[in-house]
């Protein structure tokens, strides 16, 4: 059975305009210092309470097409008794799982990664698509190291070839591959390197998935911006600056049969991750981006509502409202103009 009209379908649903993606897929070694950030304990029933709080935040959906969850949550039910993946369907969000297993070091170049979880993957999938998920996540990582000559050959080589291979398992199985290459922000590089390795991460990974047959139309990009690196010296006009050089470097890179680049934010504050977004939907010309830039946000739809919570029951509406805000802040910036 081919999935290609229903994956195209899933693809514009997620990237539909003025709506993006709650990435709240962390492990639960992630999750854990989230969690140690407010004092909480990395208890399931913490994991699952700050879950439910954003999964039941009222209205949420006016401003969020899908949710990545964690194995551990799609599993998971809320205090009705309902799964978590049955709530977000009945409000129309599509729910989408992380299928990657985390990275490790390559033995031939150590200060660079892999991800694993291809083996088993198939079957996981079709676990997946009949537990409700539509879509899912892969999350490669590639670091720059310009004394180190890093990324290398071989970290490109390899991190595109999973996320292909990845890639192609998911729409066999009738999940949108969200297709994830994010380039760390550490190092004191400037804007420039970043876009030229931005520049040949996607070379890579488009050939790659061309090589695998991968259906364009029916997954989504989620990139970094191309931003300058976190200890670089940045001048007044740096939004800008990332608004233009990130569209430039997709323009270059990303076929337009894609219908969605949902950015990572990657430890930008949430303020910078927003204001970003808007400036490429306001300032870049629309017939030089023909897919729609949105979000994808894990850290920059979550900071403020994690210390709004702190934990405590008493605080669900305010940290619920400080959930709510970045959304609709995020979902504004969304909408070209
Ligand atoms: P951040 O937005 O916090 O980078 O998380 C997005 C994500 O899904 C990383 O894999």
Known sequence: ???????????????APGKGILAADESTGTIGKRLA???????????????????????????????????ETLRSTGKSGTSFAEMLRSRG??????????????????NETFTQGLDGLAERCEEYYAMGARFAKWRAVLTIDE?????????????????????????????????EPEILMDGAHGIEVCGAVTRRVLDAVFSA????????DG?????????????????ANVDAEVARATVAALCDTVPPSVPGILFLSGGQSE???????????????????????SFSYGRALQASCLKAWGGKSENVSAAQAAFLDRCKSNSEASIRR
Not at 104 to 110: E, I, V
Not at 155 to 176: D, K, P
Not at 209 to 216: F, K
């Open 1 to 15: 059975m081919s999935f290609a009209d229903e994956l195209r379908a899933t693809a514009l649903a997620l990237s």
């Open 37 to 71: 950030s407010i004092g909480v304990e990395n208890a399931i029933e913490n994991r699952v309470a700050l879950r439910e709080l954003l999964f039941s935040a009222p209205g949420f959906e006016k401003y969020v097409s899908g949710v990545i969850l964690f194995d």
């Open 93 to 110: 969000v599509t729910p989408g799982i992380k299928v990657d297993a985390g990275t490790r070091a390559l033995d031939a170049s150590p």
């Open 147 to 179: 004394a180190k000559g890093l990324p290398s050959a071989l970290a490109l080589a390899e991190n595109a070839n999973a996320l292909a291979r990845y890639a192609s398992a998911c729409q066999s199985r009738g999940l949108v591959p969200i297709v």
């Open 209 to 216: 998935l061309r090589l695998h047959g991968v259906q364009l």
């Open 219 to 235: 997954m989504i990009l989620k990139p970094n911006m191309v931003t300058p690196g976190a200890s670089a010296k940045t001048s």
């Open 271 to 293: 303020e910078e991750a927003t204001e970003r977004l808007r400036l490429m939907n306001t300032t870049q010309k629309a017939d030089r981006a023909p897919w729609t830039l």
